[in-house]
């Protein structure tokens, strides 16, 4: 058991020996963060990228040192794409523990492999440079720059679900559901990509791909074949006579055929008209119908667009904002931690355009208690550099010191004093004028306003 109070490490019970502090609770929060930890392992393990990333910022929000779920909840944020939240992770890592630790592997290879960092660099830019052109409803020129980024990168998870909304904002239910099903073969409780998944199938089950149909054998069209008739001429000795009157019988009996049939035969033709105009006329009201509905479809799929946009819009707001959120979180547990620099480092990097107050007042905070601490800290060193005549580090260690003197904070004349000390040490007599006499305008009642005065008294 290591003390969290004094870090005196001790083999039994739960009270330190050294500042008698009980640490029961603290042991049993460490265990707790250790269970949080194998739950995301397992979860990595079987593709649960979202559920493993959950587990396991719970398990650093109880327990800020276990090392081992911050390597692994890189590693995780490696794998769906997020390159730079992977490397954050990495380095606070090894701010806890800087020997053997595998963090050190980690970000040497991908120092390393410069054209796979640059390529994985590259689809970053790519999604960004589609969310601008979503933003200018240009959907088409955003799928074109995230399929760049899927193909430079297959497992990036933020430009999967990206490319899967813009195919479902366009109607292609079809492509939105194969990117989905690559974004859930990655992470399978995506909540993002479960969410489309759920609008790319609307009966919520993933379709089964039926075989292509078997082509089927064209049918023998049977063909008809006619025999010559027999020839039945009439021999010469057929009476004439009896031609004529067969003439003349066949022409009568069409004139009776005439009469008789072709008045109901064309009656049966106008009704036959009849119906084939009704049958027009159905068919034309039915278009119409369908023309209607389809009309009426266009209008609603362009509401639901628009709420989609909607939706987008705000989901990309709070994401924003959890992000900002958590950097903020990173950065106060890095100044609890006493990595001031780090924390710094970390509140710098926040973009602070549509924060609230109270977020604004906690990165100030930051600034405000970390400040002074690095004052004091490259002061110290800048001090014992000097008095062991090592002027080139102290000057450093001084010049560290003034990017955190805040106006009117403490030590700002004592860092200028030892500045210009250290300038005179080195034959810079114009750079020593100049730190004792900035003593004088900046801090004209400070207690090294008489020796500033003193020293440039002697260097005129």
């Known amino acids: ?26 042991s049993k929060t460490v265990n707790i963060s250790d269970s949080l930890y194998n739950a995301g392992l397992a979860k990595a393990k079987n593709a649960d990228m979202s559920g493993a990333i959950e587990s396991l910022n719970k398990s650093l929000t109880l327990n800020k040192k276990n090392v081992a779920a911050r390597n692994l909840i890189g590693l995780v ?6 390159i730079g939240d992977a490397i954050r992770q990495w380095r ?55 399929k760049k980024a899927v193909d430079t990168n297959p497992r990036f998870i933020d430009a999967l679900n990206l490319l899967t909304l813009c195919y479902l ?84 009996a069409f004139a009776i055929l005439y009469i008789l049939i072709m008045p109901e035969r064309l009656a049966e033709k106008d009704k036959a008209m009849e119906t084939l105009q009704n049958e027009q006329t159905a068919q034309v009201q039915a278009l119409q119908g369908q023309l209607d509905g389809a009309n009426a479809e266009n209008t609603q799929l362009k509401a639901d667009n628009t709420t989609l946009n909607d939706k987008y819009t705000a989901l990309q707001t709070q994401s924003d904002l959890n992000e900002k959120t958590d950097r903020i979180v990173s950065a106060e547990q890095l100044m609890n931690g006493g990595l001031y620099q780090e924390a710094v480092d970390a509140a710098a990097a926040v973009d602070k355009t549509g924060l609230s107050s109270d977020l604004q007042e906690r990165l100030q905070n930051i600034i405000d208690t970390s400040y002074p601490q690095l004052v004091e800290k490259y002061y110290n060193d800048g001090v014992a550099f000097y008095n062991k005549k090592q002027y080139d580090d102290a000057k450093q260690q001084f010049d560290n010191a003034m990017k955190f003197v805040q106006p009117g904070g403490d030590l700002g004349d004592d860092v200028l004093y030892y500045l210009g000390r250290v300038a005179v040490q080195q034959n810079d007599t114009e750079s020593a004028k100049n730190y004792f006499q900035k003593i004088l305008d900046d801090y004209p009642d400070g207690k090294q306003a008489a020796n500033a005065a003193s020293r440039l008294k002697q260097l005129e």
């Open 1 to 26: 058991m290591k003390c969290p109070n004094c870090e005196t490490e001790f083999e039994s019970g739960y009270i330190c020996p050294s500042c008698g502090i009980d640490v029961s609770i603290f």
């Open 77 to 82: 944020y490696y794998e769906i794409g997020r």
């Open 92 to 146: 606070i890592s090894l701010s806890l523990i800087p020997d053997q630790n595998p963090a050190a592997d980690y970000i040497q290879q991908l120092e390393k492999n410069t054209r796979q960092l640059l390529r994985l660099d590259d689809a970053v830019h790519m999604y960004n440079t589609a969310l601008d052109y979503i933003r200018q409803k240009s959907d088409d020129m955003a799928i074109i720059q995230l």
């Open 169 to 252: 904002i366009q109607g292609e239910n079809g492509k939105a559901a194969g990117t989905v099903e690559r974004t859930l073969a990655i992470d399978v409780s995506n909540p993002l990509a479960l969410h489309y998944y759920r609008l790319a199938y609307a009966d919520k089950s993933r379709p089964a791909l039926a075989p292509p149909p078997a082509a089927k054998k064209a049918a023998a069209v049977p063909v008809i074949s006619h025999t010559a008739a027999e020839d039945t001429g009439i021999g010469r000795s057929f009476p004439i006579v009896g031609v004529i009157s067969f003439i003349i019988g066949a022409l009568s």
